[in-house]
Nanobody, 121 residues
Framework: QVTIVESGGGSVRPGESLRLSCVVSGNIAMIHTEGWYRQAPGKQRELVATITGAMTKNYADFAKDRFTISRSNNPADTVYLQMNNLTPEDTAVYYC??????????????WGQGTQVTVSS
């Protein structure tokens, strides 16, 4: 009932930027929180940044000075992650997450399939 589609990943050199996008759609009454997480090879998935329906933002320490999360409802619910000054340590699969309530009142917590970000010289 909830579809999440990420895009914008790719291969870049250190110091370059990428902008990830995540479109959230479905039988949704309300989205409480959307966010980006990442998982590097051999590591656990970790939080990158989240944004609430009230536009409150939260960042992991490594993301605070370089990444910006934002959200738009026009024309579809889309959450963005602007990543600047990328380093090889940012190489990972980036996943979008959304949590909220469906029109049938049930809560949901859904993940996208992920988009690969590779930073290499």
């Amino acid at each position: 009932q909830v579809t999440i589609v990420e895009s914008g990943g790719g291969s870049v050199r250190p110091g370059e930027s990428l902008r990830l996008s995540c479109v959230v759609s479905g039988n949704i009454a309300m989205i409480h929180t959307e966010g980006w997480y990442r998982q590097a090879p051999g590591k656990q998935r970790e939080l990158v940044a989240t944004i609430t329906g009230a536009m409150t933002k939260n960042y992991a320490d490594f993301a605070k000075d370089r990444f910006t999360i934002s959200r738009s409802n026009n024309p579809a619910d889309t959450v963005y992650l602007q990543m600047n000054n990328l380093t090889p340590e940012d190489t990972a699969v980036y996943y979008c997450n959304a949590g909220g309530r469906l029109r049938g009142m049930a809560e949901f917590d859904s993940w996208g399939q992920g988009t690969q970000v590779t930073v290499s010289s």
